[in-house]
Protein backbone atom coordinates (compact mmCIF):
# COMPACT_ATOMS: atom_id res chain seq x y z
CA UNK A 1 0.00 0.00 0.00
CA UNK A 2 1.37 3.32 -0.79
CA UNK A 3 1.70 6.13 1.12
CA UNK A 4 -0.67 9.26 -0.12
CA UNK A 5 1.17 12.90 -0.74
CA UNK A 6 0.15 15.82 2.09
CA UNK A 7 -0.91 17.83 -1.39
CA UNK A 8 -3.03 16.65 -3.78
CA UNK A 9 -3.79 18.20 -7.32
CA UNK A 10 -7.18 17.50 -9.25
CA UNK A 11 -4.71 17.86 -12.73
CA UNK A 12 -1.43 15.96 -12.90
CA UNK A 13 0.38 15.22 -16.44
CA UNK A 14 3.10 13.29 -17.22
CA UNK A 15 6.57 15.07 -17.58
CA UNK A 16 8.00 16.01 -20.49
CA UNK A 17 11.57 14.59 -21.64
CA UNK A 18 12.97 18.28 -22.01
CA UNK A 19 11.89 19.55 -17.99
CA UNK A 20 13.21 15.15 -16.67
CA UNK A 21 16.65 16.33 -18.92
CA UNK A 22 16.32 20.10 -16.83
CA UNK A 23 15.81 18.38 -13.79
CA UNK A 24 18.56 15.77 -13.94
CA UNK A 25 21.19 18.41 -14.71
CA UNK A 26 20.10 20.36 -11.52
CA UNK A 27 20.28 17.19 -9.68
CA UNK A 28 23.69 16.39 -11.07
CA UNK A 29 25.37 19.65 -9.99
CA UNK A 30 24.09 18.22 -6.53
CA UNK A 31 25.90 15.32 -7.01
CA UNK A 32 29.04 16.36 -8.22
CA UNK A 33 28.84 18.54 -5.01
CA UNK A 34 28.62 15.36 -2.67
CA UNK A 35 31.11 13.72 -4.89
CA UNK A 36 33.46 16.53 -4.07
CA UNK A 37 32.55 16.42 -0.30
CA UNK A 38 33.38 12.56 -0.04
CA UNK A 39 36.64 12.89 -2.10
CA UNK A 40 37.63 16.04 0.69
CA UNK A 41 36.54 12.96 3.50
CA UNK A 42 38.30 10.12 1.44
CA UNK A 43 41.73 12.52 1.33
CA UNK A 44 41.53 13.23 4.86
CA UNK A 45 41.05 9.41 5.91
CA UNK A 46 43.66 8.65 3.58
CA UNK A 47 46.47 10.67 5.06
CA UNK A 48 46.09 13.56 3.24
CA UNK A 49 46.90 12.02 -0.08
CA UNK A 50 44.38 11.86 -3.39
CA UNK A 51 42.80 7.97 -3.80
CA UNK A 52 44.38 6.63 -7.71
CA UNK A 53 44.63 3.91 -9.50
CA UNK A 54 47.91 3.63 -9.95
CA UNK A 55 49.27 4.25 -5.64
CA UNK A 56 46.21 3.45 -3.76
CA UNK A 57 45.02 -0.38 -3.17
CA UNK A 58 42.29 -2.39 -4.62
CA UNK A 59 40.40 -2.42 -1.52
CA UNK A 60 40.42 1.62 -0.83
CA UNK A 61 39.37 2.14 -4.43
CA UNK A 62 35.93 -0.30 -4.43
CA UNK A 63 35.73 1.15 -1.15
CA UNK A 64 36.13 4.49 -2.54
CA UNK A 65 33.52 3.71 -5.25
CA UNK A 66 30.73 1.91 -2.98
CA UNK A 67 30.44 5.42 -0.72
CA UNK A 68 29.99 7.61 -4.36
CA UNK A 69 27.66 4.57 -5.24
CA UNK A 70 25.52 4.26 -1.93
CA UNK A 71 25.81 8.27 -1.00
CA UNK A 72 24.03 9.12 -4.73
CA UNK A 73 21.52 6.35 -4.17
CA UNK A 74 20.81 7.61 -0.52
CA UNK A 75 20.57 10.83 -2.01
CA UNK A 76 17.74 10.16 -4.69
CA UNK A 77 16.13 7.51 -2.20
CA UNK A 78 15.91 10.26 0.31
CA UNK A 79 13.99 12.52 -1.78
CA UNK A 80 12.26 10.06 -3.91
CA UNK A 81 10.48 8.71 -0.62
CA UNK A 82 10.19 11.68 1.12
CA UNK A 83 8.32 13.73 -0.77
CA UNK A 84 8.70 12.48 -4.58
CA UNK A 85 11.03 15.52 -5.72
CA UNK A 86 14.64 16.02 -5.36
CA UNK A 87 16.02 19.66 -5.75
CA UNK A 88 16.18 19.75 -9.51
CA UNK A 89 12.23 18.17 -9.64
CA UNK A 90 11.38 20.66 -7.33
CA UNK A 91 12.06 23.39 -9.31
CA UNK A 92 11.14 21.85 -12.23
CA UNK A 93 7.35 21.23 -10.20
CA UNK A 94 8.51 17.63 -11.38
CA UNK A 95 7.43 14.60 -9.24
CA UNK A 96 8.27 11.16 -8.71
CA UNK A 97 5.54 9.04 -7.58
CA UNK A 98 3.99 5.01 -8.00
CA UNK A 99 1.52 4.62 -10.69
CA UNK A 100 -1.37 5.15 -8.09
CA UNK A 101 -0.07 8.05 -6.89
CA UNK A 102 1.39 7.38 -3.83
CA UNK A 103 4.79 7.69 -2.24
CA UNK A 104 7.49 5.25 -3.13
CA UNK A 105 8.69 2.70 -0.99
CA UNK A 106 13.06 2.53 -0.78
CA UNK A 107 12.71 -1.16 -2.38
CA UNK A 108 10.47 0.77 -5.14
CA UNK A 109 13.66 4.16 -5.30
CA UNK A 110 16.56 1.17 -5.40
CA UNK A 111 14.94 -0.83 -8.14
CA UNK A 112 14.47 2.82 -9.93
CA UNK A 113 17.73 3.58 -9.07
CA UNK A 114 19.31 0.73 -10.35
CA UNK A 115 17.37 0.54 -13.23
CA UNK A 116 17.96 4.08 -14.45
CA UNK A 117 22.21 3.62 -14.48
CA UNK A 118 21.61 1.04 -18.02
CA UNK A 119 18.78 3.47 -18.79
CA UNK A 120 20.86 6.55 -19.23
CA UNK A 121 24.54 4.85 -19.69
CA UNK A 122 23.05 3.19 -23.12
CA UNK A 123 23.50 6.03 -24.68
CA UNK A 124 19.98 7.81 -22.92
CA UNK A 125 18.25 4.61 -24.87
CA UNK A 126 15.93 4.37 -21.59
CA UNK A 127 14.70 7.56 -21.28
CA UNK A 128 14.63 8.61 -25.39
CA UNK A 129 12.35 5.19 -24.75
CA UNK A 130 9.29 7.96 -23.80
CA UNK A 131 9.37 9.63 -26.71
CA UNK A 132 8.02 6.56 -28.33
CA UNK A 133 4.80 6.14 -25.84
CA UNK A 134 1.84 7.79 -25.44
CA UNK A 135 2.37 7.08 -21.42
CA UNK A 136 5.77 9.20 -21.80
CA UNK A 137 7.11 6.61 -19.30
CA UNK A 138 10.86 5.65 -19.07
CA UNK A 139 11.91 2.11 -19.16
CA UNK A 140 12.93 2.36 -15.56
CA UNK A 141 9.65 4.56 -14.72
CA UNK A 142 7.47 1.20 -16.18
CA UNK A 143 10.05 -1.39 -15.00
CA UNK A 144 9.82 -0.05 -11.17
CA UNK A 145 5.75 1.03 -11.67
CA UNK A 146 6.76 4.42 -10.75
CA UNK A 147 5.76 7.77 -13.01
CA UNK A 148 7.52 11.29 -13.25
CA UNK A 149 4.20 13.82 -13.23
CA UNK A 150 4.23 17.60 -13.80
CA UNK A 151 2.65 19.52 -11.09
CA UNK A 152 0.09 22.50 -11.85
CA UNK A 153 1.43 25.96 -10.97
CA UNK A 154 0.47 27.16 -7.22
CA UNK A 155 -2.81 29.32 -7.95
CA UNK A 156 -2.08 32.94 -6.84
CA UNK A 157 -4.69 34.08 -3.87
CA UNK A 158 -5.77 37.49 -4.89
CA UNK A 159 -5.78 39.75 -1.04
CA UNK A 160 -9.09 41.25 -0.86
CA UNK A 161 -8.52 44.63 0.86
Same mark, same amino acid.
Given at each position: ??? +????? #?????????????????????????????????????????????? @?? +?? @? @??????????????????? #?? @????????????????????????? !??????????????????????? !?????????????????????????????????
Amino acid at each position: MHR +PFKQE #FAQIAPASFIKRLMAMVYDSLLIVALWMVIGAISVGLNGGEAISVE @TS +PR @T @TIALFNSALFCATFLFFGF #FW @TRNGQTLGMLAWRLRVQTMAGGRMS !WGQSLVRFMLAIPSLGLFGIGFL !WMLLTDERLALHDRWSGSCVVQLPKKDKQKKKG
